[in-house]
């Protein structure tokens, strides 16, 4: 297991810059993810890990060792990518065993024993016989998770490996891949744009966009405490105002004319701009100390709640309610339940 650092690296293709000075360390045995909309650099970054790419500028280092001119085959990575890549005249046994192809068996063992091994791993035992074509899609990834794990890889790189699948089945494997990781205690590095997988799957996540790194942190503080707008507005829902600080004391904010009072230990003064962030579900019908009059537009209907949308003095305001709700109401936030932006000190 090592420790896998990037400092200053940035990849240019041309005039596209796809990763700008990016500096992270992820820590060995960490579960560690990179999210962002399309395009904005994660599968970039998982090829220089794997040295499929070199950098434009800056360093990979994997255990403290620089990888500058390693070959994918000699760096000790894993990768499973998005479209299983199985061999279809393999099967699951041979797939399984085509990634011992560069490497003996870790431990020593023979490649039939290895290869019954990963498959009891990934919950596939007795069906090394079967064709790719015989399985299911959680399957199939499942087996290409099994062949990327075969040399005992020091770090495995995870590149959108569950979204081919349906819902259900993606939370599934997604409890067996954390599992399987928790189990191995591997280097880890996930790609997804699914922010809620991101939060659902990792010990820590970067927010990726536009080839730059935002925030860093663990899930509940991203989601919690996002450091920037991007953040705020990427991960979850999120109702973001902007407003003055007009008071101490308590603390308080004007947002055009409505004053909300803001948490203490904000560290603000009289005059600043800040950016609030409300989540819906900090937003209750009837309470709070804070109180917004709100037109009830649409109503969505979630299962276990309901998501209001509503307008709010020409705004679009985002509640989470236990009962829907119609016509004008008052809205609710506690300080507690606020998070604040571009603060000094933030
Ligand atoms: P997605 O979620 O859509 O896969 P991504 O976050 O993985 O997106 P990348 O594939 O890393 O994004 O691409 C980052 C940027 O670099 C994009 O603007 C992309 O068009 C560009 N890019 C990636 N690979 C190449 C390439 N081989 N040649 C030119 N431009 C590229």
Redesign the pocket.
Known sequence: MVEVTLEGVSKA??T?D?LVDVSLEIRDGEFFTLV?P????????LRLLAGFEEPTAGTIRFGGDDVAGVPPEDRDVGIVFQNYALFPTMTVAENVAYGLRFREPPGGGSTEDRVSELLDLVDLTGMGDRDPDALSGGQRQRVALARALAPGPSVLLLDEPMSALDARLRERLRVQVTEIQETLDITTVY?T?DQAEALAISDRVAV?ND?RIEQVADPETVYRQPATRFVAGFVGDNNLLDGEIVGRDPLTVAVDGQRLVLPAGVDAAVGDRVTVCLRPEALSVGGGPSRFEVEVEHVEFLGDAYRLHCTWQGRSLLVKSGSPASGTVTVGVEPGAIHVLDAAGD
């Open positions: 293709y041309g596209t796809a962002g399309s395009g904005c650099g994660k599968t970039t970054t790609v744009h990726v080839g």
